[in-house]
């Protein structure tokens, strides 16, 4: 009987068997889908951005002049963490609203956010997501005071804009998917102060001066007596 040559066409058959295998893997793990929001605080005013489904958006809209309310319904998704914008693990078993103070860049009060996780419940988990700028006619839930909610909210800490897309919540479901929400202030006044200082016209007004006396002395002519 002829032996069969188990030889080199063999091998390289079995490599491509499993090759395929481990391609099909790959193309059947689902890539985990990144939703965000943006809140952009303007000098037109308060709007927003977003890529949500809007199956599960509950509320968005404009509740007060530059107050914006934004909740989210999750169905069936277990978080497995939330970080705060101060890069703090966020207690969703507080159940209750926290506070984020925003401050321009001379450390005044420019906005103030709420937010809230309600607690791992299935089938489904709401997210709530109030900004209140600075221009708002709501005073009382831009100060935290009693009469925005039946008690202050705890106020966990202080951003500071910077111009530029800003965190204030990320969220890490079950599934791998991601929830970000974002500000930016794009207000322009809070980062540069087109005003020069007093100290830098003296300095530019005695730079100017020693210019000029230089330019005097190279200018006279040479009375050492060199023809």
Request: net charge negative; charged share 15%; hydrophobic share 40%.
């Amino acid at each position: 009987m002829a032996r069969l040559d188990a030889g080199p066409h063999s091998v390289s058959s079995s490599s491509a068997t499993a090759m395929a295998a481990v391609v099909m893997m790959l193309v059947s793990v689902p890539t985990a889908r990144a939703s965000s929001i943006t809140f952009h605080d303007t000098l037109a005013g308060l709007s927003v951005t977003h890529d949500f489904n809007p199956a599960e958006i509950l509320v968005s809209h404009l509740n007060a002049p530059e107050q914006y309310t934004f909740r989210i319904r999750r169905v069936g998704l277990d978080t497995v963490s939330a970080l705060d914008a101060l890069g703090n693990p966020y207690d969703m078993n507080m159940n209750q609203y926290t506070t984020l103070r925003v401050n321009d860049a001379n450390s005044v009060q420019a906005a103030r956010v709420y937010h809230y996780m309600q607690p791992v419940l299935n089938p489904s988990q709401y997210i709530d997501m109030v900004f209140v700028s600075d221009g708002t006619t709501n005073i009382n839930c831009f100060n935290n005071v009693p009469t925005c909610f039946p008690s202050p909210r705890p106020e966990i800490g202080t951003i500071f804009e910077t111009g530029q897309l800003q965190n204030l919540l990320t969220v890490t479901w079950a599934d791998g998917r991601i929830d970000t929400f974002n500000f930016i202030n794009s207000e322009g006044d809070a980062y540069v102060d087109p005003v020069p200082e007093p100290g830098a016209l003296v300095l530019l007004g005695t730079g100017l001066l020693t210019i000029g006396s230089r330019f005097r002395r190279s200018g006279r002519p040479d009375r050492g007596g060199t023809p």
